[in-house]
């Protein structure tokens, strides 16, 4: 298998970069230790952190980042790679065709494999934790067929005039964007794109855990800048407490003094629990 | 094959139960994949070959249980950012720790180390089978803020059929370039038994675009990349037609299902004895590389009548529609066929949302045709409509395709509905068009072995 490939697999992705690990982590980065040997100190989280899916897997997307211009191709021709070239059984002519170099081109990127991976694990979390899988430990009742077609679900193409989803079974079906509260925010600002925003009463989330998520709309002016898309962000961006009135979560924009706004912010829960930013070391 | 599950470096009640079943799930769901009881067509694309999907569920293990642990409120590795802490020590090779350090740039500062790794990472492969010319095209077309006012400010509002003055030199160079790079394209792939499908569609492609029509036969098709393509087309052919009925994985609500009552065949003359006819149905084969659908659609394919047929009473009875009954008592289905019974592979490469060959008073799709049966297809709904109106999708239960959305390849669609051009095509008009000199036109196939 490629390096990169592999990399991409073991979550090597120096995600750290990421702004959301920085606000999380208090500007903690990503440790290169260079001494007799090599070693990466690193964080992995899902890419998003709060929804079923990924930005690249939602709705008419097929997965692929675009990041190279052989995806436009296979996209182009509903073709994905053989990852594992070296497999062997069922497609392993093919595989041995690819290795002698018969097919003389065609990867995709890093990028890509982290998308499907993540798509694929969270479909095995619905599909084996009981309801919505948000921050249960529990085994849901299903039978193996069920949760087999739950899968399945998760996976399904669905393009415009190629939706095959069943709504009637999970993911669909449980609810995954529901509300867990709504809050007023009173005050936001914006330093380095990321806003932070003052709630009135106080927001009343606990600290416990570190998948709250929200859908920003606010109403008028600049404040509305600082709105979640529900189509990029169905169930709403991360974001991190300060205290009992403050949060913060990234969100590109000018800077912007503290300025006093009215709407609502819809609380959600996402995919995590206590932490579930892994630690990585690399050597 | 079974899994290489990888170790989990940590344990409890939660986490030892949540791992007994993500493996066994997971083993259920590659045996259905491995047994084709996976009906793969309706999954999105890097889902549908066994081995991927493999690989993702093996990987896709660690951080699951990982975050089943910390959900469970244990104490362990992981939980803590402290150097040496980590759940999972991840050993590379020489070779890809020297990956890493050059992926890396060689960078101390944190920003400048992700995005040198990401480009280090994703530039893996400068030389992309599309090709320069279709490349830039892609980007070109897809690079739109909104789908019919740019396409029409592009690419000719104005152009009509029956234009004297039809001349614009920029939609002449966009059909020389589709042209070249569909060819570029196709040379890029590589041909093989598993791709020769792939390149015939854009040599198919090429040959409607360069407007050549006529009848591809058997040696033109061989000429196009290989002697082996005729062959390979039969063989594949043969083995879509006797695809079982699906009893397993979507229904066919669900569009996992044949298309003719839950066969890929209808049959069309031939029920008592003699050569047969059927209509193939691809349109629930998967669209891996290799697959027919892409090249063909559905088409017609004769027979020597030698192939074992069989009657499905079960399907409700139906005089119309994709669903009717084609015998008396119910549905005709292959139980077996070899592709030496394939004696004819036919069909019209035309485009609904360009030019398509009428076909009636005798004359059958493969057939010769003259450019009095060139039309207007299907998509062309008014004398007005746009090549725009045209290639946009809109079906009640979806909407329009915008070809500004780059991660939608079907805006190749409008690259063909450009070639078209505005208007419907009058009766007996092609042979009037002038002002395109890449006039785009279709062509019949009569593969006959």
Same mark, same amino acid.
């Given at each position: 298998?490629?390096?990169?490939?592999?990399?991409?697999?073991?979550?090597?992705?120096?995600?750290?970069?990421?702004?959301?690990?920085?606000?999380?982590?208090? &500007?903690?980065?990503?440790?290169?230790?260079?001494?007799?040997?090599?070693?990466?100190?690193?964080?992995?989280?899902?890419?998003?952190?709060?929804?079923?899916?990924?930005?690249?897997?939602?709705?008419?997307?097929?997965?692929?980042?675009?990041?190279?211009?052989?995806?436009?191709?296979?996209?182009?021709?509903?073709?994905?790679?053989?990852?594992?070239?070296?497999?062997?059984?069922?497609?392993?002519?093919?595989?041995?065709?690819?290795?002698?170099?018969?097919?003389?081109?065609?990867?995709?990127?890093?990028?890509? !494999?982290?998308?499907?991976?993540?798509?694929?694990?969270?479909?095995?979390?619905?599909?084996?934790?009981?309801?919505?899988?948000?921050?249960?430990?529990?085994?849901?009742?299903?039978?193996? +067929?069920?949760?087999?077609?739950?899968?399945?679900?998760?996976?399904?193409?669905?393009?415009?005039?190629?939706?095959?989803?069943?709504?009637?079974?999970?993911?669909?079906?449980?609810?995954?964007?529901?509300?867990?509260?709504?809050?007023?925010?009173?005050?936001?600002?914006?330093?380095?794109?990321?806003?932070?925003?003052?709630?009135?009463?106080?927001?009343?989330?606990?600290?416990?855990?570190?998948?709250?998520?929200?859908?920003?709309?606010?109403?008028?002016?600049?404040?509305?800048?600082?709105?979640?898309?529900?189509?990029?962000?169905?169930?709403? #961006?991360?974001?991190?407490?300060?205290?009992?009135?403050?949060?913060?979560?990234?969100?590109?924009?000018?800077?912007?003094?503290?300025?006093?706004?009215?709407?609502?912010?819809? !609380?959600?829960?996402?995919?995590?629990?206590?932490?579930?930013?892994?630690?990585?070391?690399?050597? | 094959?079974?899994?290489?599950?990888?170790?989990?470096?940590?344990?409890?009640?939660? #986490?030892?139960?949540?791992?007994?079943?993500?493996?066994?799930?997971?083993?259920?769901?590659?045996?259905?994949?491995?047994?084709?009881?996976?009906?793969?067509?309706?999954?999105?694309?890097?889902?549908?070959?066994?081995?991927?999907?493999?690989?993702?569920?093996?990987?896709?293990?660690?951080?699951?249980?990982?975050?089943?642990? +910390?959900?469970?409120?244990? !104490?362990?590795?992981?939980?803590?950012?402290?150097?040496?802490?980590?759940?999972?020590?991840?050993?590379?090779?020489?070779? &890809?720790?020297?990956?890493?350090?050059?992926?890396?740039?060689?960078?101390?500062?944190?920003?400048?180390?992700?995005?040198?790794?990401?480009?280090?990472?994703?530039?893996?492969?400068?030389?992309?089978?599309?090709?320069?010319?279709?490349?830039?095209?892609?980007?070109?077309?897809?690079?739109?803020?909104?789908?019919?006012?740019?396409?029409? +400010?592009?690419?000719?509002?104005?152009?009509?059929?029956?234009?004297?003055?039809?001349?614009?030199?920029?939609?002449?160079?966009?059909?020389?370039?589709?042209?070249?790079?569909?060819?570029?394209?196709?040379?890029?792939?590589?041909?093989?038994?598993?791709?020769?499908?792939?390149?015939?569609?854009?040599?198919?492609?090429?040959?409607?675009?360069?407007?050549?029509?006529?009848?591809?036969?058997?040696?033109?098709?061989?000429?196009?990349?290989?002697?082996?393509?005729?062959?390979?087309?039969?063989?594949?052919?043969?083995?879509?037609?006797? +695809?079982?009925?699906?009893?397993?994985?979507?229904?066919?609500?669900?569009?996992?299902?044949?298309?003719?009552?839950?066969?890929?065949?209808?049959?069309?003359?031939?029920?008592?004895?003699?050569?047969?006819?059927?209509?193939?149905?691809?349109?629930?084969?998967?669209?891996?590389?290799?697959?027919?659908?892409?090249?063909?659609?559905?088409?017609?394919?004769?027979?020597?009548?030698?192939?074992?047929?069989?009657?499905?009473?079960?399907?409700?009875?139906?005089?119309?529609?994709?669903?009717?009954?084609?015998?008396?008592?119910?549905?005709?289905?292959?139980?077996?066929?070899?592709?030496?019974?394939?004696?004819?592979?036919?069909?019209?490469?035309?485009?609904?949302?360009?030019?398509?060959?009428?076909?009636?008073?005798?004359?059958?799709?493969?057939?010769?045709?003259?450019?009095?049966?060139?039309?207007?297809?299907?998509?062309?709904?008014?004398?007005?409509?746009?090549?725009? &109106?045209?290639?946009?999708?809109?079906?009640?239960?979806?909407?329009?395709?915008?070809?500004?959305?780059?991660?939608?390849?079907?805006?190749?669609?409008?690259?063909?509905?450009?070639?078209?051009?505005?208007?419907?095509?009058?009766?007996?008009?092609?042979?009037?068009?002038?002002?395109?000199?890449?006039?785009?036109?279709?062509?019949?196939?009569?593969?006959?072995?």
């Amino acid at each position: 298998m490629r390096t990169d490939y592999k990399f991409a697999l073991n979550h090597i992705n120096l995600g750290i970069g990421d702004t959301q690990f920085q606000i999380d982590h208090h &500007e903690q980065e990503t440790l290169v230790s260079v001494g007799s040997s090599l070693f990466v100190f690193d964080l992995h989280n899902f890419s998003d952190r709060m929804h079923f899916d990924t930005q690249l897997s939602r709705n008419s997307r097929t997965g692929f980042s675009f990041r190279s211009n052989d995806e436009l191709f296979f996209n182009l021709i509903d073709y994905f790679p053989r990852l594992d070239t070296s497999s062997t059984g069922v497609g392993s002519t093919y595989a041995a065709d690819i290795q002698a170099g018969i097919l003389t081109t065609g990867t995709v990127t890093p990028t890509t !494999v982290s998308n499907c991976l993540e798509v694929v694990t969270k479909a095995m979390l619905i599909s084996i934790l009981e309801g919505n899988g948000k921050r249960t430990v529990g085994i849901g009742t299903s039978t193996l +067929q069920e949760t087999k077609e739950i899968f399945l679900n998760c996976l399904t193409d669905s393009s415009y005039d190629r939706d095959f989803r069943n709504t009637s079974i999970k993911p669909y079906s449980v609810g995954f964007n529901t509300t867990h509260s709504t809050i007023s925010p009173v005050f936001v600002s914006r330093n380095n794109n990321v806003a932070i925003v003052t709630t009135s009463p106080a927001h009343g989330l606990s600290a416990s855990y570190d998948d709250w998520g929200v859908v920003m709309n606010l109403n008028t002016g600049i404040a509305t800048s600082f709105n979640t898309s529900t189509s990029e962000y169905p169930n709403g #961006v991360p974001i991190t407490l300060v205290d009992s009135t403050t949060f913060k979560y990234v969100n590109v924009g000018v800077n912007t003094n503290s300025t006093a706004v009215t709407g609502t912010a819809d !609380v959600k829960i996402g995919w995590g629990g206590t932490s579930i930013n892994l630690h990585l070391e690399v050597g | 094959m079974t899994f290489n599950w990888p170790d989990i470096p940590f344990s409890g009640t939660e #986490v030892d139960t949540f791992v007994t079943a993500y493996k066994a799930l997971a083993q259920a769901i590659y045996d259905d994949y491995y047994a084709g009881n996976i009906a793969t067509d309706i999954l999105k694309t890097p889902y549908q070959d066994t081995e991927n999907i493999r690989v993702f569920l093996e990987n896709g293990l660690l951080y699951a249980a990982f975050i089943i642990k +910390q959900r469970a409120g244990n !104490v362990g590795p992981g939980t803590d950012f402290v150097i040496g802490n980590s759940p999972k020590r991840i050993t590379l090779s020489d070779a &890809e720790r020297i990956r890493l350090i050059q992926s890396m740039g060689c960078i101390g500062e944190t920003t400048n180390i992700f995005s040198s790794f990401q480009e280090n990472g994703e530039n893996i492969d400068p030389e992309a089978p599309m090709g320069p010319l279709l490349r830039d095209l892609a980007n070109e077309v897809t690079d739109r803020d909104d789908p019919c006012d740019d396409f029409n +400010q592009k690419y000719n509002e104005n152009i009509t059929r029956n234009d004297p003055d039809n001349d614009d030199p920029e939609l002449k160079n966009c059909s020389d370039a589709v042209l070249a790079a569909s060819i570029s394209a196709a040379a890029a792939i590589g041909y093989s038994r598993w791709t020769y499908t792939s390149v015939l569609t854009f040599f198919f492609v090429a040959k409607y675009i360069a407007g050549g029509g006529g009848v591809l036969d058997r040696q033109g098709l061989d000429l196009m990349q290989g002697p082996n393509s005729s062959i390979w087309l039969r063989e594949d052919t043969a083995k879509w037609m006797g +695809q079982p009925k699906k009893l397993t994985g979507q229904t066919a609500s669900a569009g996992g299902a044949h298309k003719f009552n839950g066969y890929t065949v209808k049959l069309v003359s031939g029920a008592n004895g003699g050569p047969r006819t059927w209509l193939l149905s691809t349109t629930s084969e998967p669209g891996t590389l290799g697959a027919i659908k892409n090249l063909l659609g559905d088409f017609t394919v004769k027979t020597d009548g030698n192939e074992s047929i069989a009657i499905d009473t079960s399907p409700p009875r139906s005089s119309a529609g994709e669903d009717q009954w084609d015998a008396p008592t119910g549905k005709y289905y292959v139980t077996n066929i070899s592709a030496s019974n394939i004696i004819n592979i036919i069909d019209d490469y035309d485009f609904d949302y360009g030019y398509e060959i009428e076909r009636g008073g005798g004359s059958e799709p493969g057939d010769p045709f003259t450019d009095d049966q060139i039309k207007s297809g299907p998509r062309f709904l008014e004398p007005n409509t746009t090549a725009c &109106e045209a290639a946009v999708y809109d079906q009640p239960s979806g909407g329009p395709i915008n070809f500004n959305n780059p991660t939608d390849k079907r805006w190749f669609r409008y690259i063909i509905a450009r070639g078209h051009g505005n208007g419907q095509l009058p009766t007996g008009g092609y042979e009037f068009i002038t002002g395109v000199e890449c006039k785009h036109k279709p062509f019949a196939i009569n593969i006959a072995y």
